[in-house]
């Protein structure tokens, strides 16, 4: 999954961009503007607690899977 595609399933997984806005004490127009610019470091722990999409699919750049040994 990309992390667009794990954005935009976080936004369907809160009801919508003013839902995950108000969920998370933000703007529906951040919401927005993460969806064409990609979401901050600082809002990826908060979107996987109020959506239960990984930070591993949200930002795989910053949170990478272990791998198995």
Known sequence: MT???ALKEAIKQAGGTTAL???LDTSK???NA???NGLPP???LSVE??????????RPD????E???
């Open 21 to 23: 806005a108000k969920t």
């Open 49 to 58: 607690d109020a959506t239960g999409v990984s930070r591993y699919d949200l």
């Open 62 to 65: 910053i949170y990478r899977k």
């Open 29 to 31: 127009q951040a919401v």
């Open 3 to 5: 992390p667009k595609k």
């Open 67 to 69: 791998m198995p040994r």
């Open 42 to 44: 600082e809002w990826v």
């Open 34 to 36: 993460w969806l064409h």
